[in-house]
């Protein structure tokens, strides 16, 4: 199984592709859905790489893979302005799940 990014700068895709992964930068709506389209219909790939402000700005395209396809699995993660989420953030989510606070 491959991985793919899809990212929204060319730091990130730059590193990425050091590492040998393959990847598009896009920055609008419409060449992010042609980009999901595009890995949804590769059967090698099976982790998407997305940056982060894509999850924030485009949540209703990203949602819909994750909640209606088992493979690709879609991980976000932070550019090289860092990431967007609150320091605590792992611990909030535990704490929010089971009810409990840590």
């Keep these: 199984m491959k991985m793919y990014l899809i990212s ?8 990425m592709r050091l590492a040998g992964v393959e990847g598009v930068v896009v920055h609008e709506r419409q060449e992010l859905k ?6 949804l219909q590769d ?10 402000k894509f999850g924030r700005e485009f949540p209703d395209l990203i949602d819909e893979v994750k909640l209606n396809r088992r493979l690709p699995l879609l991980i976000e993660i932070p550019d090289r302005h860092g990431t967007g989420r609150k ?11 089971i009810g409990l606070k840590l």
């Excluded at 042609?34 to 890995?39: F, I, W």
């Excluded at 059967?43 to 982060?52: A, D, P, R, S, Y």
């Design 8 to 15: 929204d700068n060319r730091d990130t895709w730059t590193g």
């Design 34 to 39: 042609e980009a999901l389209d595009t890995v």
């Design 43 to 52: 059967k090698e790939i099976g982790i998407v790489l997305l940056t982060e």
């Design 87 to 97: 320091e605590n953030f792992i611990t909030d989510y535990v704490s929010e799940a």
